[in-house]
């Protein structure tokens, strides 16, 4: 079975067949690794700096309240305790990390799986696919891809600021670099566009050295 | 595929026990902690080896030195790759790899491992090899002679 994509040749306005390396494009999917890898993402995604005082760090309660016996109230030893209003907060959020580890073999799979699975949503370009810095330039080759309609397209491309300029104020749009592609960009996305020349990055990163 | 398409394998998780959620459950009244005591309380229990204040067994037993592997035998280990530099057709065996510093001082005995690629037709002699190690230099041309295995076979003719 050999992997085949379309090419879009901006300049002759045709599309082309491509064929794709079947290691990396064309292996069974392993759904169970993608998945994750697409939480592992989202966890790291995460700052984890929600933080709340505890009652030993609000400002003052340092003094008793009121004396222990004999007054008719409740016993109390600090203004600060969780009960009160203006208390500390119990078992609230601490900065942490999120952070999940996973094997660089098994992080190279699940970005195979991801390619391999997606490979349908694949259409290739050139590297300057936009002529200039200007939206208007870049709509109008989604509107010649037929893309204009679509809703979450992923565009795969290295150093290229006329795409990150004419592109970063389209909704619909997202730019990402080949080195920084992952599972959930590539399956939260109805149509990926690669450069041409991001193709060997990736395959780098999907195959086990 | 859609995100939500996405989910671990099947038996790969498992629900977690949802104890003190009523009697029915079996996990209801003392979600499964037992009647009173240390082991009730949140991170109550002993420390693992506790025997209750009795001297433990761990201390009750003498510490012994010395638990090492009688006779253990320490391999030198060369990949197939770092074989590559030698002339076709000639022996590789522990004294050539040990005299161009392939294997440390330490190292008695010879094992080839097989990471990588071998170009070229040797004869090997070693200690221990590994099967893809075999492999490799039986594809290439090679031939393989496991020191070992000769040992064994006198000693049995004897």
């Given at each position: 079975m050999t992997v085949t994509v379309k090419k879009y040749d901006v300049k002759e306005n045709n599309y082309n067949d491509l064929e794709l390396n079947e290691a990396v494009f064309g292996q069974t999917p392993n759904v169970h690794v993608m998945h994750l890898a697409v939480v592992r993402q989202m966890a790291n995604a995460r700052t984890g700096t929600a933080c709340t005082l505890t009652r030993s760090e609000v400002?003052?309660?340092?003094?008793?309240?009121?004396?222990?016996?004999?007054?008719?109230r409740a016993r109390a030893g600090s203004i600060r305790s969780p009960l009160w209003k203006g208390g500390g907060v119990i078992f609230g959020p601490k900065p942490r990390s999120f952070e999940k580890e996973m094997p660089k073999k098994v992080r190279k799979l699940a970005l195979r799986s991801a390619l391999s699975s997606e490979v349908e949503k694949i259409l290739i370009l050139s590297h300057?696919?936009?002529?200039?810095?200007?939206t208007s330039d870049f709509v109008k080759l989604l509107k010649n891809l037929d893309l204009d309609k679509v809703k979450k397209v992923l565009i795969v491309i290295g150093d290229n600021n006329n795409v990150r300029l004419s592109a970063r104020n389209l909704p619909n749009v997202k730019v990402v670099y080949p080195e920084n592609l992952g599972v959930y960009d590539l399956v939260n996305s109805n149509k990926v566009l690669i450069s041409e020349e991001s193709i060997a990055v990736l395959e780098g990163r999907a195959i086990n050295a | 595929m859609r995100l939500e398409d996405l989910k671990p394998a099947k038996g790969a998780t498992k629900k977690a026990k949802r104890k003190g959620r009523g009697f029915a459950t079996g996990m209801g009244k003392t979600s499964s902690r037992g009647n009173n005591g240390q082991g009730q309380r949140s991170g109550g229990g002993v420390r693992a080896?506790?025997?209750?204040?009795?001297?433990?067994l761990f201390r009750r037993l003498p510490k012994k030195k010395y638990f090492f592997v009688v006779n253990q035998i320490n391999y030198g280990t060369v990949n197939v790759?770092?074989?590559?530099?030698?002339?076709?057709n000639s022996v590789v065996n522990f004294e050539v790899l040990r005299n161009d510093r392939k294997i440390d001082n330490h190292a008695q005995a010879l094992k080839i491992l097989g990471n990588g690629e071998l170009n070229i037709a040797l004869t090997v002699e070693a200690h221990a090899f590994s099967a893809s190690a075999i492999q490799k230099i039986e594809a290439a041309g090679g031939k393989v002679i496991n020191l070992m295995q000769e040992e064994d076979s006198k000693s049995d003719s004897n």
């Amino acid at each position: 079975m050999t992997v085949t994509v379309k090419k879009y040749d901006v300049k002759e306005n045709n599309y082309n067949d491509l064929e794709l390396n079947e290691a990396v494009f064309g292996q069974t999917p392993n759904v169970h690794v993608m998945h994750l890898a697409v939480v592992r993402q989202m966890a790291n995604a995460r700052t984890g700096t929600a933080c709340t005082l505890t009652r030993s760090e609000v400002r003052g309660g340092g003094k008793k309240p009121w004396k222990q016996k004999g007054t008719g109230r409740a016993r109390a030893g600090s203004i600060r305790s969780p009960l009160w209003k203006g208390g500390g907060v119990i078992f609230g959020p601490k900065p942490r990390s999120f952070e999940k580890e996973m094997p660089k073999k098994v992080r190279k799979l699940a970005l195979r799986s991801a390619l391999s699975s997606e490979v349908e949503k694949i259409l290739i370009l050139s590297h300057d696919m936009v002529s200039s810095h200007k939206t208007s330039d870049f709509v109008k080759l989604l509107k010649n891809l037929d893309l204009d309609k679509v809703k979450k397209v992923l565009i795969v491309i290295g150093d290229n600021n006329n795409v990150r300029l004419s592109a970063r104020n389209l909704p619909n749009v997202k730019v990402v670099y080949p080195e920084n592609l992952g599972v959930y960009d590539l399956v939260n996305s109805n149509k990926v566009l690669i450069s041409e020349e991001s193709i060997a990055v990736l395959e780098g990163r999907a195959i086990n050295a | 595929m859609r995100l939500e398409d996405l989910k671990p394998a099947k038996g790969a998780t498992k629900k977690a026990k949802r104890k003190g959620r009523g009697f029915a459950t079996g996990m209801g009244k003392t979600s499964s902690r037992g009647n009173n005591g240390q082991g009730q309380r949140s991170g109550g229990g002993v420390r693992a080896g506790f025997e209750g204040g009795q001297m433990p067994l761990f201390r009750r037993l003498p510490k012994k030195k010395y638990f090492f592997v009688v006779n253990q035998i320490n391999y030198g280990t060369v990949n197939v790759s770092e074989l590559n530099k030698y002339e076709a057709n000639s022996v590789v065996n522990f004294e050539v790899l040990r005299n161009d510093r392939k294997i440390d001082n330490h190292a008695q005995a010879l094992k080839i491992l097989g990471n990588g690629e071998l170009n070229i037709a040797l004869t090997v002699e070693a200690h221990a090899f590994s099967a893809s190690a075999i492999q490799k230099i039986e594809a290439a041309g090679g031939k393989v002679i496991n020191l070992m295995q000769e040992e064994d076979s006198k000693s049995d003719s004897n």
